[in-house]
């Protein structure tokens, strides 16, 4: 199977960390891309041509994070990204931390196109939101990942390290303790290690 990523999406980083954690790396091969432009045999895997994209051997393209990382789960159930203990809990805040890095791509993506958009109505609220969502996963935070592999903890970091790396400029962190720590204390898990986002030259 190939991936198609690129090295600062937080979309491939989160199928990259759950493939890593699910130790399938051996059956899948990375294929750095830019989304930006054309390429055939991603627009195959992917025919709105965003990564991440999964191309099966037998030539079928899965799109879209979530449908990937339920076929991972589907060849590979053990250990899931589902656990069962405390399940309601762990998807509500893995539909928070989700839809934190939903909302922030969506600004870096606006910002394209509307130079001035943080200071516009939608803007401000875009950054609302994703300062809403970290409040509450401060205030209520998943399980580290060293100690139970979950979808809310994966999305969590990713959350978390995208706001570091896309916003320098705002204080995503230092207002939430708490959460500032949490992502300390998980710094040397090995698939967060080796998925940190980074600009291609
Ligand atoms: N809903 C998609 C979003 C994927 C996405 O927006 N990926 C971005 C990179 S972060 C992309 O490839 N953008 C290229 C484009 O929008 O043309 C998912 O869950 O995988």
Known sequence: MKLFINT????????????????????IREDIIDPWGNR???????????????????GTGL????IILHYLETIRPDPTLYPASDYRRMMSLAGIALGAVDVMA???ITRK????????????????????????????????????????????AVAVD??????????FLDSRPALRQWRED???HGSLVA????HAE
């Not at 937080?10 to 051996?26: C, F, N, S, T």
């Open 186 to 188: 998980c710094r040397g």
């Open 195 to 198: 998925t940190m986002p980074y």
């Open 8 to 27: 600062t999406s937080p979309y491939a980083r989160i199928v990259r960390i759950a493939i890593l954690e699910k130790g399938l790396d051996d059956r």
């Open 106 to 108: 969506a600004i870096i």
């Open 113 to 156: 196109s509307a130079p001035d958009f943080d200071a516009n109505p939608l803007g401000r609220k875009r950054f609302r939101t994703v300062g809403s969502a970290f409040d509450q996963l401060n205030a209520t935070l998943p399980p580290r990942l060293d100690d139970q592999l979950n979808i809310a903890s994966i999305a969590t």
């Open 40 to 58: 055939p045999n991603f627009v195959g895997a992917n025919l709105h041509e965003r990564v991440p994209a999964l191309l099966l051997d037998d």
């Open 63 to 66: 799109a879209e994070t979530s």
């Open 162 to 171: 995208y706001a570091v790396f896309r916003f320098r400029e705002r204080d």
